[in-house]
């Protein structure tokens, strides 16, 4: 969907916002059933002293992962000036004249493809607060995830001098979200494990002879 300066934002794009905001809490709220269902069978943790709910700061995620912009989109031209496009997974703005602001639930989906490596990293960050990954491992996957776009771009480059109508683009990543999830594992450490290693590491036995 493409709105101009000089057509007033109408019925249909109101429409248009209303059902990708719908869409967008329809993702994320099956993003974190999913979540949730699948941290039963992660190991059991102490949750009564963090800071934030891990539920809390995946939504959080969620929420900036899909709104906030992803990356500074670079198209060369023919002309002094290069094409700049402010790119996010729900919403993009361009520098073309007349000045294009691009959104709707098909570009939401469209956009995942080229960001999806966002999601993977909220995951394994959402795995990190259970104690199932390393932070180290959270860390490189965020990286790997800001940078997805600025690869695909320049696997494009080849592509492109080959087939006229594909546009070449280099792909500047505002890590907003990258970010944000560092801050989160500076200020809100992993809650413990219920009980401690060495007690979730006894055998059954032992428990056996605890109660007798």
Same mark, same amino acid.
């Given at each position: 969907m493409q709105i101009t300066d000089a057509t007033p934002?109408?019925?249909?794009?109101?429409? &248009?916002?209303?059902? $990708?905001?719908?869409?967008?809490?329809?993702? @994320?709220? #099956?993003?974190?059933?999913? /979540?949730? +269902?699948? &941290?039963r069978s992660f190991k059991a943790v102490d949750l009564k002293n /963090? +800071? /934030?709910?891990?539920?809390n700061i995946v939504f959080i995620l969620l929420l900036i992962a899909i709104l906030s912009p992803a990356s500074l989109n670079i198209y060369p031209r023919t002309g002094f000036y290069p094409s700049v496009t402010i790119f996010a997974m729900s919403w993009q703005i361009s520098d073309s004249t007349p000045n294009i602001f691009m959104f709707g639930p098909e570009f939401l989906l469209i956009a995942f493809l080229f960001l999806f490596m966002k999601f993977v990293?909220?995951?394994?960050?959402?795995?990190?607060?259970?104690?199932?990954? #390393?932070?180290? +491992?959270?860390? @490189?996957?965020?990286? @790997? &995830? $800001?940078?997805?776009?600025?690869?695909?771009?320049?696997?494009?480059?080849?592509?492109?001098?080959?087939?006229?109508s594909l546009a070449v683009m280099f792909s500047l990543p505002i890590p907003v979200l990258l970010l944000t999830g560092l801050l989160m594992l500076k200020f809100i450490p992993a809650p413990p494990l219920l009980g401690g290693w060495e007690e979730l $590491?006894?055998?059954k036995e032992w428990w056996d002879g605890v109660k007798r």
């Open positions: 934002v109408g019925y249909y794009n109101i429409i &248009s916002i209303i059902t $990708e905001t719908f869409v967008v809490f329809i993702i @994320i709220g #099956t993003l974190l059933i999913i /979540m949730n +269902r699948r &941290s /963090m +800071r /934030m709910n891990i539920t990293f909220i995951y394994q960050l959402f795995k990190y607060y259970y104690h199932m990954t #390393t932070k180290n +491992r959270v860390i @490189i996957v965020g990286i @790997i &995830s $800001e940078f997805q776009l600025t690869l695909i771009g320049l696997a494009i480059i080849p592509l492109a001098f080959g087939t006229p $590491e006894k055998p």
